[in-house]
């Protein structure tokens, strides 16, 4: 988590003509059954929850 918001962070802090931003969403493999597929599923789904809760924000399990 906190290395995605120091990631998050950089971006945003990017100069140019375009303000960049990211949504990043993060999953664990850990004691998952299938190889870390599930992990990624789950991580794509809270990346387009961050997207959809305003952008520019990490979401995970974790902050429910």
Avoid: F
């Avoid at 969403?25 to 992990?39: E, M, N």
């Amino acid at each position: 988590m906190i290395l995605a918001e120091k990631i998050r962070h950089s971006v945003e802090a990017l100069e140019g003509t375009a303000r960049l931003t990211i949504s990043i969403g993060l999953a664990s493999a850990v004691a998952r059954d299938d190889h870390g597929s599930t992990a990624i599923q789950l991580a794509d789904e809270y990346m387009y929850r961050a997207k959809q809760n305003g952008r520019n924000q990490v979401a995970a399990p974790e902050l429910d």
